[in-house]
């Protein structure tokens, strides 16, 4: 059981689209620098706008490689206090769609645990999830992404089952954010950083790869905390421009 904060501010999120530069922060989003329509490899790489990395021609130049485009950070040598090896492990999440709560024109979800991974990088690719917002008639669903900053150096008290405890580098809540994100994109959470589990809306399930590092022992591999009412992220009405 995640040991639970003793105070929990009120805050309000209203999500924000998905890109590289606002999601820089907390990890790496990943997605394509191409056009959708772009469905001919071009003859050279100087005829692209530059992007960072710039990409070579691949397999007898029938595409573009782009290396690299996400960290894969192993911090446990040297930094984890039991000292026993970790390996990289590739996983697949099937994550249901999330019940949402009902606001004054508006939907609302409500966030009650974040988690963190200390000494790895932890990404998240959807697999047959389309990145358009309608595949054969229907609604796609599409994923919140949850996240906040640590407070470095500061302390949180938590309760426990067996009493309270003191929680290190937690998480800034009054400074969370969210953000929306379809088939198409990635996400990498930076070694460290606070997320929610991951949060899938819509009408049917999506299936997600996620590669890390794991060493087995349970604090060192993922660090949670849970919190009261008060984190609310709005889905719909005001920020049903934004999805």
């Known amino acids: 059981m995640a040991p639970t904060l003793t105070t929990t501010p009120t805050v309000h999120v209203v999500p924000e689209q998905l890109t ?3 999601f820089a922060p907390f990890g790496t989003a990943v997605y394509s620098p191409l056009p959708r329509d772009l469905s001919q490899a071009p003859a ?3 005829s692209l706008a530059p992007h960072n990395p710039t990409p070579v021609l691949a397999n ?3 595409a573009l490689k782009y290396s690299p485009i996400s960290p894969l950070q192993n911090n446990y040598p040297g930094h984890c206090p039991s000292g026993r090896p ?3 492990r590739m996983t697949m ?3 249901f769609p999330r019940q949402l709560r009902s606001l004054p024109g508006a939907k609302a979800f409500d966030v009650r645990i974040l988690e963190r991974h200390p000494f790895t990088t932890q990404t998240f690719t959807p697999i047959d999830l389309s990145s358009q917002s309608s595949a ?4 796609e669903p599409w994923f919140l992404i ?4 640590t407070l470095k150096g500061q302390t949180a008290t938590a309760m426990t089952p067996s009493g ?3 929680i290190r580098d937690p998480p800034d809540l009054k400074n969370l954010r969210a953000f929306v994100a379809r088939g198409g994109q990635a996400v990498t959470y930076g070694a460290g950083t606070w997320h929610a589990p991951m949060v899938v809306l819509g009408p049917r399930r999506v299936d997600f790869v996620v590669v890390q590092f794991v060493n087995g022992v349970d604090d060192e591999d993922c660090q949670e905390v849970s919190f009261g009412e008060g984190v609310v992220v709005e889905v719909g009405g005001r920020a049903s421009a934004k999805l």
């Open 60 to 62: 007898q130049n029938s």
């Open 164 to 166: 309270p405890t003191t």
């Open 20 to 22: 590289k530069e606002a």
């Open 86 to 88: 970790s390996e990289a």
């Open 136 to 139: 054969g008639g229907q609604d």
């Open 146 to 149: 949850v996240v906040a900053p």
């Open 93 to 95: 999440f099937s994550c």
């Open 44 to 46: 050279t790489v100087s």
